[in-house]
Nanobody, 125 residues
Framework: QVQLVESGGGLVQAGGSLRLSCAAS????????VAWFRRVQGKERELIAC???????VYVDSVKGRFTISRDAAKNTVYLEMNSLGTDDTAVYYC???????????????????WGKGTLVTVSS
């Protein structure tokens, strides 16, 4: 079973940057598709960035060009580099992994098998 632990969240001013990390244990992430989701207060959790072994990286329009998902196989870690942050990016961010996930906007969240507990990102104006 894969265990995922996020870190790197915090308070940042609008226009700033943060890098979130998701450290995995139990199994190598090389065998999994990985993704970052976020939940804005009062809204449903949404997929924002996904890296599929078969299809590469996919981003939702709201973060495209600002966020980058990447992997470090040696550290068994997934990252989310976030730039040009705005107050609308304030949310709890979750990483997730699954042996087979369709990386596309609107893909069922329930299809993701493993989740971290989340890390809070707060963007101040």
């Amino acid at each position: 079973q894969v265990q995922l632990v996020e870190s790197g969240g915090g308070l940042v001013q609008a226009g700033g940057s943060l890098r979130l990390s998701c450290a995995a244990s139990g199994y190598s992430l090389d065998a999994y598709d990985v993704a970052w989701f976020r939940r804005v207060q009062g809204k449903e959790r949404e997929l924002i960035a996904c890296n599929s072994r078969a299809m590469g990286s996919v981003y939702v329009d709201s973060v495209k060009g600002r966020f980058t998902i990447s992997r470090d196989a040696a550290k068994n870690t997934v990252y989310l580099e976030m730039n040009s942050l705005g107050t609308d990016d304030t949310a709890v961010y979750y990483c997730a992994a699954d042996a087979s996930y369709i990386c596309a906007e609107g893909s069922p969240i329930s299809d993701m098998g493993y989740w971290g507990k989340g890390t809070l990102v707060t963007v101040s104006s």
